[in-house]
């Protein structure tokens, strides 16, 4: 299993620029969360998708949006990019309620985002 | 907010147990403690999490008050490799949870 896989894992962008950046869950996973985690702070949820719709939303503007594929993998696109939005991006995967350990987030290894 | 308050850093003897403590005086009944840590430039990794009862595994211990309003988790015997920040939340365990991370403490394993 390779667990919870994200792509690429470092990227630079100019301001004003979109990204993409994507996540495939951990296998038998179906709900995808992605998280912003700056520099020397914790992580901040930013959304989470479960059947291919948005379920939560962090304080995050709509230059942020996701998208669910029916294969549960996730992607997160940022508009407009801002110097401020220079982060780690983080995405995790969680199984169905039923698992034995099925409402334990597992984590990708992020992907590096830096604004220039 | 972060529902939880840690100390912002800890040190620790190779070998000796690393005891970390958490308060988390507003958590509801329905929400459970769990604990995460985070290596270097590494995503977040599970630990332990729990109710109410004292929980084991093979990485760590949880130990509850019985009030709930605070928690310690325990590494037995800390290595340098568990020199990480460490992440105490609580949430509820089923459904769209959405986890919320506090600062965590920066634990220092030392030889």
């Known amino acids: 299993d390779a667990g919870v896989t994200q792509s690429p894992t470092h990227l630079i962008k100019t301001r004003g620029q979109q990204v993409t950046l994507r996540c495939s869950p951990k296998s038998g996973h179906d709900t995808v969360s992605w998280y912003q985690q700056a520099l020397g702070q914790g992580p901040q949820f930013i959304f989470q998708y479960y059947e291919e719709e948005e379920r939560q939303r962090g304080n995050f503007p709509d230059r942020f949006s996701g998208h669910q594929f029916p294969n549960y993998s996730s992607e997160l696109n940022v508009n407009a990019l801002l110097l401020g939005d220079s982060a780690l991006y983080l995405c995790?995967?969680?199984?169905?309620?039923?698992?034995?350990?099925?409402?334990?987030?597992?984590f990708g290894p992020g992907t590096r985002l830096t604004v220039l | 907010d972060a529902k939880t308050t840690q100390p912002p850093s800890m040190d620790c003897a190779e070998g000796r147990a690393a005891n970390l403590p958490c308060n988390h005086s507003t958590i509801s009944g329905n929400e459970y403690v769990y604990w995460y840590r985070q290596i270097h430039s590494q995503g977040p990794q599970y630990i332990i999490h729990g109710l109410k009862n004292n929980e084991t595994n093979e990485m760590a211990s949880l130990i509850i008050t019985e009030d709930r309003k605070s928690s310690t988790l325990i590494l037995p015997h800390a290595t340098l490799r568990d020199t990480a920040v460490y992440y105490c939340?609580?949430?509820?365990?089923?459904?769209?949870?959405?986890?919320?991370f506090g600062a965590g403490t920066r634990l220092f394993v030392k030889a």
């Open positions: 939340i609580v949430r509820v365990h089923t459904g769209g949870f959405k986890t919320i």
């Open positions: 995790a995967s969680q199984g169905p309620s039923q698992l034995p350990i099925g409402n334990e987030q597992f």
